[in-house]
């Protein structure tokens, strides 16, 4: 008797289940699912060329010499342009003569385009404070991207030195992004320098290209008649 009255109770939510399927915002099926499958090694047996061990591709930590003590690592105190011209006199800016000339005149009279740029903050560290992000113009459309942390103990030290062709530049999270030319038409190539607490420098990360966008050409207008209509 029990069982008879379970099977009575059930019909009903069967019939409506089934009445529900292939309706609209019901469950029909997608067919087979296609098998999961791993890559496939083409020819295996072939000795294939050796990888050469990784190269960094940055730059070691450089002190800057002649610049006074930044106090609270606060790089926010640090004029870009003095620091420039401190490693441009130390040697160690590593730019073109003329961009040299170029940041010994910034701020003489009568003035000239000053080839050191706004300056960007961001922590890129990720020790709680703010680098100092500087970008210099140099010829032939280059560009070079540093970056500067400040020590315990006052000391500025240039962690990224990069000199590209530079189509733009970007901050994310604690990566700074170049954007240059990958030598195909239609094509750049994203550069990601990141901050390597082992080495204790910036360090490119990954690299993709990708296709630039391109605008569609625009429609022929038809002429215009002297009422505005079409000739």
Do not use: F
């Not at 399927?21 to 067919?31: D, F, I, Q, T, Y």
């Not at 295996?44 to 690592?73: E, F, H, K």
């Not at 130390?90 to 701020?107: K, L």
């Amino acid at each position: 008797m029990r069982a008879s009255v379970l099977r009575a109770a059930l019909l009903p939510v069967a019939v409506l289940l089934a009445a529900g399927c292939g309706e609209s915002g019901g469950l029909v099926s997608a067919g087979p699912t296609p098998t999961a499958s791993g890559p496939v090694q083409l020819w295996p047996g072939r000795r294939g060329a050796t990888v050469p061990p990784a190269d960094p591709g940055g730059v070691p930590p450089v002190y800057v010499p002649g610049l006074p003590p930044v106090r609270g690592q606060n790089v926010h105190g640090v004029d870009p342009v003095a620091l420039v011209k401190a490693e441009v006199a130390a040697g160690s800016a590593d730019v073109p003569p003329e961009t040299a000339a170029a940041v010994a005149a910034c701020g003489r009279e009568p003035a000239k385009a000053c080839p050191v740029l706004t300056p960007y903050y961001r922590d890129l560290t990720g020790n709680g404070r703010d680098e100092l992000i500087v970008g210099i113009d140099m010829p032939d459309g280059k560009m070079s991207v540093r970056v500067y942390t400040a020590d315990r103990n006052g000391l500025l030290n240039r962690i990224m030195a990069t000199t590209e062709s530079v189509v733009g530049v970007e901050l994310a999270g604690q990566d700074v992004i170049l954007r240059v030319p990958s030598g195909n038409p239609g094509y750049e190539l994203i550069t990601a320098w990141s901050w390597d607490s082992k080495e204790r420098t910036m360090l490119p990360t990954r690299e993709h290209i990708v296709r630039v966008p391109q605008a569609s050409p625009q429609e022929p207008q038809e002429p215009q008649g002297p009422q505005g209509r079409p000739a």
